[in-house]
């Protein structure tokens, strides 16, 4: 069945807009006609369409179950913005690997720095693509983009869970691997990964200070938009709850 994303706090659901359109005019679905609908919450509803226009779609929740595309585990990736259009693929394929949320960071090496008046724009743009790829990969909800926020800001609430760990290419004594392997009991883990020229000493130092782990992710150097997704499909096969 199709999927679409709105309020389910109700056993009426309304859908406008696009995706009314969406429904009614290239899927041609009719009263009656079945489709998911999923309320940010996890869950995916069973809808049963009861009225339909090219501006509003109409229909009531016949059962609810926990959505199977949402990960067990949280997965917050705290992204150093990288140059060109980098960070909107960072985006797609971390929404479609089952990222929980993904706060931009600007920091010391970062040679993107977003302008305060480009800010919500900027922002809305992520969010969009975000939303358009938890669609595409099925997911039960859709994961926030934050604003941009400095390293500062960033490393007051990187630790705020289980398992902060970032990549780090210098790291010699902690793999990925063993550090997941360690700590297989996690349920929320934040990800730091640094810009195209890598996290710097002093950053890295504040970083390990607050209690993050640094992680080596292999002998080869990763770019910054191949970096997360290694991490995150490593987080999603040895945390996923089997």
């Excluded at 859908?15 to 009314?20: F, N, W």
């Excluded at 960070?87 to 960071?105: A, D, R």
Aim: charged share 25%.
């Amino acid at each position: 069945m199709r999927r679409f994303f709105a309020d389910t706090q109700n056993e009426k659901v309304v859908i406008s807009g696009a995706d009314a359109h969406h429904i009614t005019d290239v899927l041609r679905l009719k009263e009656n006609d079945e489709i998911i609908v999923c309320g940010g919450d996890g869950f995916d509803c069973v809808t049963r369409l009861t009225s339909l226009s090219s501006g509003e779609v109409s229909g009531e929740i016949i059962s609810r179950q926990p959505s199977e595309a949402e990960p067990s585990v949280k997965i917050r990736l705290f992204q150093c913005i990288p140059k060109g259009d980098k960070f909107e693929y960072i985006i797609q394929k971390t929404v479609e690997l089952g990222v929980t949320e993904i706060v931009p960071v600007e920091s010391s090496r970062c040679i993107v720095k977003i302008p305060a008046q480009k800010a919500k724009s900027k922002t809305e743009r992520w969010n969009k693509i975000a939303e358009s790829a938890a669609k595409q990969s099925g997911r039960g909800l859709i994961p926030e983009v934050c604003s941009p926020v400095s390293f500062k800001e960033a490393l007051k609430i990187f630790t705020d869970c289980d398992l902060p760990i970032t990549a780090y290419e210098l790291e010699t004594e902690n793999s990925l691997k063993k550090i997941l392997i360690e700590n297989l009991s996690a349920k929320s883990v934040n990800i730091f990964i640094g810009p195209e020229g890598g996290i710097s000493d002093d950053e890295i130092a504040l970083l390990k200070s607050a209690g993050a782990f640094s992680v080596s992710l292999g002998p080869r150097i990763l770019r910054t938009e191949t970096a997360p997704l290694a991490v995150i499909s490593n987080i999603i096969y040895e945390l996923e709850d089997r």
